[in-house]
Structures are given as C-alpha cells and as structure tokens.
C-alpha cells in the first residue's frame, strides 16, 4: 500500500510525462527582503493629499451634455474654448506654440482628425477617443493635440461630464509623445527618457479621492531595436 501511494506522488513531481504535461523549471532562487541602509537616518516627508480632492476644471464656453454623453461635445470646439480661457499660456498643461494656437483657432467644426480641405491648414486636434476611465459606466472624452517640429511633441487630456452636464477636464499633459494607448481604464503615454536607449511608460488612472487622474505608475524600459519609434544609431 504505502508503495502504489508513492508511485503517482513520484510521477507528478517527475513532471514530465506525455504531452502537455509539467516540466521543471530548475530550482527557485531564494527570496530575500529589501535591506533598509542607513536606517538612523531622517527620511524627507510626502505631501498629504487634499482631503477634499481637487476642484473640478469645467471648462468655459460650452452648452451642458444630456446625460453625461460626451460624445455630444465637437472637439474642435473644445479646444477653442480652452484657448480663449488660456490662449496666452507657453508653458503647462494648457501651453502650446503660438503657431498651433492660431492653427486651433482657424479649424472647421467637426475638423478633428480629418485631412485639411483644399489648401488649408491641417487642424492640430486630433481624432477623439472614448472610453469609461473614471469608472462611473459612462465614456470620458480623449483629446490629443499635436504640436509641430522634431520633438513630436502633443498635448493629452481627458474630460468627463458631471451630472449637470458641465464638461471637467480631469487630466492634461504635454510631452514629447512616442505613443498613447488604453489599457482597461488606464491611460499609458510613452515618452523618450533621459537616458539614451530607454523609454519611460506613465500610466494615468482615476483617483477617487482626488477626483482626477494622476499618474499612478511609471516604468523605464529597454526600446528594441526595430521596433516603431525606435532610432536606429
């Protein structure tokens, strides 16, 4: 008895029977906790955050949404607006170059991501994206817009509509951009970091508490070669 029980034990632990079976992966490196150096020493201290959040950013100018549908909102407009609230800002998130500013200002309704028509300029909005970040099951609003010369620099921002119909604008950054993407409810902009060789990932997600997106998460990695967006020395 106790040899028959041995025997389908030693099988599994074999792990390499027919197809589709266990296979050993060698043996587990131990684990070891991080060790705290200069423990005596006075650590610098982290800001609280706002126990009240922070106040929404409606954005000036336009008619209220029904039933928080952003997708009732043009762009085109959107932008527009901002601008005349903030037209004079070069630097944070509502600055751009005064070219791409008059360039905003000259685009047609419902312009956003369409080629320019005939000679014109071609409008720096870009086409809309939509998708539920703040996770309330309705869309929220992704606007990108592109800015000129070699840095490919763009600004993003996302906007959710309140109750009252009244558009906030919940996230605004501006970078040299390699490439934005949608992960679940998570915002990811890739941009070229300092160090040669390697890109930086910042991940924006809904803080409640906050009542906005922050970026939550970053991560530094390796760019392969060939890959798009990657230089080739």
């Not at 079976?21 to 150096?37: F, S």
């Not at 993003?156 to 992960?183: C, F, H, K, W």
Request: glycine share 12%.
């Amino acid at each position: 008895m106790p040899a028959a029980l041995l025997l389908p034990a030693a099988l599994l632990l074999g792990g390499c029977g027919g197809t589709g079976g266990l296979v050993a992966a060698g043996p587990t490196p131990t684990a070891h906790g991080p060790a705290h150096l200069w423990p005596a020493r006075q650590g610098a201290s982290v800001l609280p955050a706002e126990p009240g959040g922070a106040p929404p950013e409606y954005v000036p100018g336009l008619p209220r949404v029904t039933g928080q549908e952003v997708r009732e909102v043009d762009p085109v407009r959107l932008v527009q607006e901002e601008l005349k609230a903030h037209g004079d800002r070069v630097t944070g998130p509502d600055g751009m170059p005064a070219a791409t500013a008059d360039a905003i200002r000259a685009c047609e309704p419902g312009q956003a991501g369409r080629p320019a028509a005939g000679d014109g300029p071609a409008c720096p909005v870009m086409e809309p994206y939509y998708r539920d970040l703040t996770g309330n099951g309705r869309d929220d609003l992704i606007v990108g817009i592109e800015f000129p010369g070699p840095e490919h620099e763009m600004s993003v921002r996302v906007y959710t509509a309140d109750p009252d119909g009244r558009l906030n604008r919940i996230m605004a950054t501006t970078q040299p951009v390699i490439s934005v993407e949608l992960a679940g409810r998570d915002l990811i902009v890739r941009m070229p970091s300092a160090n040669p060789g390697y890109e930086l990932a910042t991940a924006w997600s809904w803080d409640e508490s906050q009542r906005t997106m922050l970026p939550a998460r970053e991560q530094i990695t390796r760019v392969a070669q060939g890959r798009p967006g990657a230089v080739t020395p």
